[in-house]
């Protein structure tokens, strides 16, 4: 399974970036998807999740300002950012919780390769 992550860019502050993180492979079915992101130096953290079932989640840092989506159909998962800060500026990661069919079905975590976001003031 791979995730293929795009979108990231430069923006000045205010502006908006659309991700997008498409996942292809052995794919049986997809629990949660998500959107981390992590600086250099730093530990990666959450930024948006949303389950199979619709269900979200967001760091209070972008309440308001993003907007997590998926289309199940395409296994892509989706962060709309508006309202985009400087302090925003990191490497966004995408994730997902595959369910994929070795052996058995087996439950597995994937991650995208990051995509850089830069926010100028």
């Known amino acids: 399974v791979q995730l293929q992550a795009s979108g990231g860019g430069l923006v000045q502050a205010g502006g908006s970036l659309r991700l997008s993180c498409a996942a292809s492979?052995?794919?049986?079915?997809?629990?949660?998807m998500g959107w981390y992101r992590q600086a250099p130096g730093k530990q990666r953290e959450l930024v948006a999740t949303?389950?199979?079932?619709?269900?979200?989640n967001y760091a209070d840092s972008v309440k308001g300002r993003f907007t997590i989506s998926r289309d199940n159909a395409k296994n892509t998962v989706y962060l709309q950012m508006n309202s985009l800060k400087p302090e925003d500026t990191d490497v966004y990661y995408c994730?997902?919780?595959?369910?994929?069919?070795?052996?058995?079905?087996?439950?597995?975590?994937?991650w995208g390769q990051g995509t850089l976001v830069t926010v100028s003031s």
């Open positions: 994730n997902a919780d595959v369910i994929v069919e070795l052996s058995a079905l087996t439950r597995m975590d994937y």
């Open positions: 492979g052995n794919i049986r079915r997809i629990n949660a």
């Open positions: 949303i389950s199979s079932g619709g269900e979200l």
